[in-house]
């Protein structure tokens, strides 16, 4: 075993750092707490737009939630659409996945016009099935979205599967052309690197402990104290979505962070991974707690993660092993190089979210496709900063709790139970 198995396949090329701020500021125009995707999306829109920002990082910058996920630009609604058109209507139902496609498109085009390096492969992504009637809501699905989207979608059968992955677990599954691979870790660099050279301070290693506002003080009405020093801000954003601490107890009694962990095969050579993977798509599975895989961006390995089950790491690890080889029984006898999670964060009605509290404003809640939405709310979150946002679909939206919670979910083994309960009868139904 590797000294460092524990430590995420994505740091190899890209591990976290730390950033200085060699003179403190007494004041900010913006400041940041968070130094993720939501953080720099965010800094780097207000920066060009020539306001002084600051992001304050708890950590190194890069230890969190945005290098530690899979890599895939899903930009997932939990809800399905038939759930989103019941509860809100068939326009805003269109306008949660148009507002995906959006936050899609502007990413890639954002790692383009940057010249970013993090491994972006527009590989298309397959969602597999273990339930032979799904496939006919996969077929409703596969027309409305390439009407919606302008997008390829195809719904395959057992016999056109082998198309995408080879495995018996799966007797159909949908793909679609419009979702890619990226390296998050690198993708991270990246925007560091854009935000620095726009001006944006960063400091690492450095604890938020309060954030106060007082009204009747105009241009610099919030004060933060830190393990640093004082400083005065004009805005504050939150950045902090699943690895809120208790300093932020109105934004943390409303998110449920949900340990999320992943694992690397060891090197198993191209050839290898083609002929399981030979599509190389990104990959999902249609239920509850199904795993998400993908070829590794050298296409030498096999990356799968899915939620946590089980406290110890150890069972933990075996549950993720067990479930690649329930998918790729051929790789029974091939070892791990790499096992590590983080913790992602469900609001409680599964939707993400941008709204304003005691002036501070909180992008956050995604549901763990942080990879798209992220970046993507951090700017909006910006917008609203230099006053110039447009509608969002997520504006607007309660942003509840529930009594007694606090921020410790003692609530998640039992639901983890009953999806896994409903996971099983899906399966046996087949």
Not at 58 to 63: F, H, I, S
Not at 113 to 119: K, Q
Not at 121 to 132: A, K
Not at 368 to 377: D, K, N
Request: proline content about 5%; charged content about 25%; aromatic content about 10%.
């Amino acid at each position: 075993m590797k000294k460092d198995f524990t430590t995420p396949y994505w740091w190899e090329e890209a591990p976290p750092k730390n950033f200085h701020v060699e003179n403190w500021p007494a004041l900010m125009d913006v400041v940041i707490i968070g130094g993720g995707f939501t953080g720099f999306g965010a800094a780097i829109k207000i920066a060009k737009a020539g306001l002084d920002v600051m992001i304050l990082e708890r950590d190194r910058v890069g230890e969190g939630a945005s290098t530690r996920n899979g890599g895939i630009t899903s930009g997932n609604l939990r809800l399905s659409f038939d759930t989103l058109r019941k509860r809100f209507g068939l326009q805003q139902a269109e306008a949660f996945f148009l507002e995906a496609k959006a936050a899609r498109e502007d990413l890639f085009a954002f790692i383009r016009t940057e010249e970013i390096d993090c491994d972006l492969q527009p590989s298309g992504r397959f969602v597999g099935t273990t339930h032979l009637k799904a496939l006919d809501g996969m077929k409703r699905d596969a027309d409305h979205l390439s009407k919606l989207l302008d997008i390829k979608v195809t719904v395959h059968d057992s016999n056109t599967v082998p198309n995408h992955i080879d495995s018996k677990r799966y007797c159909g599954g949908m793909w679609r052309d419009d979702i890619s691979g990226i390296h998050p870790a690198k993708l991270l660099n990246g925007m560091v690197k854009v935000a620095k050279k726009a001006g944006v301070k960063i400091a690492s290693q450095t604890q938020v402990l309060s954030v106060s506002r007082e009204e009747s003080v105009q241009d610099y009405p919030f004060e933060l104290s830190t393990s640093r020093g004082l400083i005065s801000a004009g805005h504050v954003i939150s950045a902090t979505n699943a690895y809120t601490d208790k300093t932020q107890p109105w934004l943390r009694r409303r998110l449920v962070p949900v340990i999320s962990e992943m694992i690397a095969t060891e090197n198993i050579g191209e050839n290898m991974v083609r002929s399981l993977m030979p599509s190389l798509s990104m990959h999902s599975e249609l239920l509850e707690l199904g795993f998400y895989f993908r070829p590794a961006p050298d296409r030498k390995r096999i990356l799968l993660g899915g939620r946590r089950l089980n406290s110890n790491p150890s069972m933990a690890r075996r549950r993720l092993k067990d479930g690649l080889i329930s998918i790729f029984p051929q790789l029974k006898e091939i070892g791990l190089s790499h096992h590590w999670f983080g913790f992602v964060a469900f609001p409680f009605d599964q939707l993400p979210k941008l709204v304003v509290h005691d002036g501070i404003i909180y992008p956050c809640g995604y549901c763990g496709s942080g990879t798209v939405w992220a970046r993507w709310l951090g700017q909006k979150a910006a917008q609203m900063v230099l006053g110039d946002l447009e509608p969002n679909i997520f504006q607007g939206k309660p942003f509840r709790t529930i009594p007694f919670y606090t921020g410790d979910p003692w609530f998640l083994p039992l639901a983890m139970k009953i999806y896994e309960l409903k996971d099983r009868f899906t399966t046996l139904k087949k």
